[in-house]
């Protein structure tokens, strides 16, 4: 599989927007340092993801993002696709990776499984990560190391 860091971070600050955006926008400041993601970065990124229409950007004074969708209807594999990360496990886009820029002899093997990634992706939406346990966990603790959330919403 051949998702780099812009498709992990891509879905790692939706889903952070996700479990903080109940209480109005979130700003790209607040999501960099909870997750540990450059804003500049990230700046990228929700470009991308306000351009199809996952997020909608909130100007002026306590601004930031929010989903433009519920959680149900965004798929992990909506987020990639929206950062125009491939999951490809084909090196067959690689020259170097082929014959002579021909298809090689496993080409459908590794075709089918990238088909297959994209569809186990599609099948996970930010709602069912959410409603994750672990990641409950995870935001409570992020939250209380980063000091950015109210105590109202430490107990999750």
């Given at each position: 599989?051949?998702?780099?860091?812009?498709?992990?971070?891509?879905?790692?600050?939706m889903?952070?927007?996700?479990?903080h955006?109940?209480?109005?926008?979130?700003?790209?400041?607040?999501?960099?340092?909870?997750?540990?993601?450059?804003?500049?970065?990230?700046?990228?990124?929700?470009?991308?993801?306000?351009?199809?229409?996952?997020?909608?950007?909130?100007?002026?004074?306590?601004?930031g993002?929010?989903?433009?969708?519920?959680?149900?209807?965004?798929?992990?594999?909506?987020?990639?696709?929206a950062?125009?990360?491939?999951?490809?496990?084909?090196?067959?886009?690689?020259?170097?990776?082929?014959?002579?820029?021909?298809?090689?002899?496993?080409?459908?093997?590794?075709?089918?499984?990238?088909?297959?990634?994209?569809?186990?992706?599609?099948?996970?939406?930010?709602?069912?990560?959410?409603?994750?346990?672990?990641?409950?966990?995870?935001?409570?603790r992020?939250?209380?190391?980063?000091?950015?959330?109210?105590?109202?919403?430490?107990?999750?």
């Amino acid at each position: 599989m051949r998702l780099t860091t812009k498709g992990r971070y891509a879905v790692t600050a939706m889903l952070d927007l996700a479990l903080h955006d109940q209480s109005g926008p979130v700003s790209l400041a607040d999501i960099s340092l909870r997750q540990g993601i450059s804003l500049s970065y990230l700046e990228q990124l929700f470009s991308k993801l306000r351009k199809q229409n996952l997020i909608n950007s909130i100007r002026g004074p306590g601004g930031g993002y929010q989903l433009q969708q519920p959680t149900c209807d965004i798929s992990i594999a909506d987020i990639i696709d929206a950062v125009n990360e491939s999951i490809d496990t084909t090196r067959c886009r690689d020259k170097r990776g082929c014959q002579d820029g021909e298809k090689c002899l496993t080409h459908h093997l590794w075709s089918d499984l990238s088909k297959q990634i994209h569809s186990f992706l599609s099948e996970i939406t930010l709602e069912s990560l959410m409603s994750k346990r672990e990641v409950q966990a995870t935001s409570a603790r992020q939250n209380r190391t980063t000091g950015l959330i109210s105590s109202q919403l430490l107990d999750i």
